[in-house]
């Protein structure tokens, strides 16, 4: 499966962005789809999960403010940020996780800066 992310850009403190990732098959055979962000000089980590039943796992530092959602007429998981700070600052990148095998889209810049 081929995945392409998209929805980044520069955004001021506080505000809003709404990523999306466009699967090349239907996501519906995807066990689990995710967002991992990657900032300069660190580690890649998980920010959220979702499985095809729906079931969701976010990080402690997302919680309250990021929404993750798939739309599985369109093929396509959506991550809604808010509040955006700071340190939300990295490229995001979507994950596939289908039977075991991982598959990655390209990265999205997020920049949350005034």
């Known amino acids: 499966v081929q995945l392409q992310a998209s929805g980044g850009g520069l955004v001021q403190p506080g505000g809003s962005l709404r990523l999306s990732c466009a699967a090349s098959?239907?996501?519906?055979?995807?066990?689990?789809m995710g967002w991992y962000r990657q900032a300069p000089g660190k580690q890649r980590e998980l920010v959220t999960t979702?499985?095809?039943?729906?079931?969701?796992n976010y990080a402690d530092s997302v919680k309250g403010r990021f929404t993750v959602s798939r739309d599985n007429a369109k093929n396509t998981m959506y991550l809604q940020m808010n509040s955006l700070k700071p340190e939300d600052t990295a490229l995001y990148y979507c994950?596939?996780?289908?039977?075991?095998?991982?598959?990655w889209g390209q990265g999205t810049q997020v920049t949350v800066s005034s």
């Open positions: 994950h596939a996780l289908i039977n075991l095998w991982s598959y």
């Open positions: 098959k239907s996501i519906l055979s995807i066990n689990r």
């Open positions: 979702i499985t095809n039943s729906g079931v969701t």
